[in-house]
């Protein structure tokens, strides 16, 4: 059973241009979850989706950053004209339907931005 | 809202020592508390958990019992390794461990030979 899968591992885009970031959930797995760690600093939770729907987007930035989760394909988070302050790792994760009684949330190895 | 305050570093120990990492943290209701290991270069892999007070969560030799009193839930191990050099992170799901988790900022551990 393979894990969460992320691509690309590194991406490296100069201010201005689009940073697309995807993500496989486990197999199985209905629920997904964007984090971004910034350097030195703990993870910090973006956005939680299922499929087709935005459940939880209270950590994305109003601007520039969007994510899904389509019905078919992976999960896309999307940052516009990115600045060099959108360097960072990103991390997806995802969990089995929720049942209310300790689901473990798996991450993929990441996504590491660098905008130069 | 639900926080989590983390033991700052780094650490630094030699092989063999044993290993404390505090962690306490604020929330309603009853979270499900989580320890996730980050090696280098590498994502977020868990350690250890436990959904309820008192459970202790344990693997690979690390221990930590939530204490719903002291609202903690410290990581401990007896006898530290070279190959358990990381980062270690505190989190909390305020949902049964289904919703998404409040992370501290990470405590570094170096383990030196």
């Known amino acids: 059973n393979a894990g969460v899968m992320q691509n690309p591992r590194h991406l490296v885009r100069r201010r201005g241009q689009e940073a697309r970031l995807r993500c496989s959930p486990m197999?199985?797995?209905?629920?997904v979850y964007w984090y971004r760690q910034l350097p030195e600093e703990g993870l910090k939770f973006m956005v939680y989706l299922q499929k087709e729907n935005i459940i939880d987007e209270s950590g994305m930035p109003k601007e520039r950053f969007s994510a899904e989760f389509p019905k078919e394909g992976p999960s896309i988070l999307r940052i516009q004209q990115v600045v060099r302050g959108d360097s960072a790792a990103y991390f997806c994760a995802s969990s089995p339907n929720p049942s209310g009684s300790g689901n473990t949330i798996y991450f993929g190895e990441g996504s590491w931005l660098t905008v130069v | 809202g639900n926080s989590v305050t983390q033991m700052e570093g780094p650490v630094t120990l030699s092989e063999e020592a044993f290993l404390t990492i505090n962690c306490t943290y604020t929330a309603t209701g009853y979270p499900s508390l989580f320890w996730y290991v980050q090696y280098p270069g590498e994502g977020l892999q868990l350690l250890l958990k436990a959904t309820k007070a008192d459970d202790k969560g344990s693997n690979k030799g690390f221990e930590a019992t939530y204490r719903k009193e002291t609202t903690s839930f410290h990581l401990e191990k007896g006898s530290v390794q070279v190959s358990d050099s990381a980062v270690y992170f505190c989190?909390?799901?305020?949902?049964?461990?289904?919703?998404?988790?409040?992370f501290g900022k990470g405590t570094k551990l170096t383990v030196n030979p």
């Open positions: 197999k199985g797995h209905s629920h």
């Open positions: 989190a909390l799901s305020d949902r049964g461990g289904s919703e998404k988790l409040v």
